[in-house]
């Protein structure tokens, strides 16, 4: 079993910055793969960001390469996305999901293929 909980999310203007984090329990995030996925008002969740179970990999949604970065603490437990140059279509509510995996390289785009889910954390950016 695996407790997330994300925190950093806010209001932000055009262009700012904002650094999520998504606090794991009960399971080291170095064994599983994690993922960053959000949801805007009256759309389907997507995904965001992912990090492979052996941290040697990473991918990113075309909407946020070379904006948003993924990362992980073992000694804090604990996955990060830096979010920089954000836009209003950014806004959403951000969810960090994970996923115990045997394949130490997978990074996961769909939704469906992980097993623990956080609260999840509102970003809105607007001036």
């Known amino acids: 079993q695996v407790q997330l909980v994300e925190s950093g999310g806010g209001l932000v203007q055009p262009g700012g910055s904002l650094r999520l984090s998504c606090a794991a329990s009960g399971r080291a995030v170095s064994s599983v793969a994690m993922g960053w996925f959000r949801q805007a008002p009256g759309k389907e969740r997507e995904f965001v960001a992912g990090?492979?179970?052996?941290?040697?990999?990473?991918d990113a949604a075309d909407s946020v390469k070379g904006r948003f970065t993924i990362s992980r603490d073992s000694g804090t437990n604990a996955v990060y996305m830096q979010m920089n140059s954000l836009i209003p279509e950014d806004t959403a509510v951000y969810y960090c999901a994970a996923r115990p995996s045997v394949y130490s390289g997978g990074v996961y785009r769909d939704a469906s293929a992980y097993n623990y889910w956080g609260q999840g954390t509102q970003v809105t950016v607007s001036s």
């Open positions: 990090l492979s179970m052996s941290g040697s990999n990473t």
